[in-house]
T-cell receptor
Framework: GQNIDQPTEMTATEGAIVQINCTYQTSGFNGLFWYQQHAGEAPTFLSYNVLDGLEEKGRFSSFLSRSKGYSYLLLKELQMKDSASYLC??????????WGAGTKLIIKP | IAGITQAPTSQILAAGRRMTLRCTQD?????MYWYRQDLGLGLRLIHY???????GKGEVPDGYSVSRANTDDFPLTLASAVPSQTSVYFC?????????????FGPGTRLTVL
């Protein structure tokens, strides 16, 4: 079956670094997305990885290992506005997105 | 209009009633999607459309129907609503179905079926 696993909730301190992990099992694989979703709002795109390695975009970086079925999202210099849910989604062989349940990130002062 | 709009924002519906959720995008995207999001579960794809005139079934299509008469509009219809269809519904669009094109999401419709 197809499955995405990510932690349900994480807590971090303002100014710190946090890593949100995601493992996936899909029928075929055509890339992995990370989205951010603030409470009561729509998801918004953060990153897309199709090749192994690290993609850096400002304070956010995303890593992919295709052989391990593993990705992580790294958030640096955490700010209170980073409190949100972070959704991992893998693209299967039909280019449909299979979504994880999301990781709720709580930032404490 | 900028991006994707959905209507209504929220709705309370009696079981057995018919309901259409509206979705309109102005980005001229080819692909459009309907998802439902329930607490503790990931977004689940209900139906999608690669391009105007074509539709496909997603992971949870039962009880829902869609149409894609033109590029901009992608309405979702619940023919006879049931309480298990209580959820937040998101419409999304992307330039293409395939590839790494990001999906842009509408603000969502919060539907309660009693």
């Amino acid at each position: 079956g197809q499955n995405i696993d990510q932690p349900t909730e994480m807590t971090a301190t303002e100014g710190a670094i946090v890593q949100i992990n995601c493992t996936y099992q899909t029928s075929g694989f055509n890339g992995l997305f990370w989205y951010q979703q603030h409470a009561g709002e729509a998801p918004t795109f953060l990153s897309y990885n199709v090749l192994d390695g690290l993609e850096e975009k400002g304070r956010f970086s995303s890593f992919l290992s295709r052989s391990k079925g593993y990705s992580y999202l790294l958030l640096k210099e955490l700010q209170m506005k980073d409190s949100a849910s972070y959704l991992c989604a893998a693209t299967d062989s039909n280019y449909q997105l299979i979504w994880g349940a999301g990781t709720k990130l709580i930032i404490k002062p | 209009i900028a991006g994707i709009t959905q209507a209504p924002t929220s709705q309370i519906l009696a079981a057995g009633r018919r309901m259409t959720l509206r979705c309109t995008q102005d980005m001229r995207h080819n692909a459009m999607y309907w998802y439902r999001q329930d607490l503790g579960l990931g977004l689940r794809l209900i139906h999608y459309s690669n391009t105007a005139g074509t539709t496909g079934k997603g992971e949870v299509p039962d009880g829902y129907s869609v149409s894609r008469a033109n590029t901009d509009d992608f309405p979702l219809t619940l023919a006879s609503a049931v309480p298990s269809q209580t959820s937040v519904y998101f419409c999304a669009s992307s330039d293409r179905l395939a590839g790494g094109d990001e999906q842009f999401f509408g603000p969502g419709t919060r539907l309660t079926v009693l």
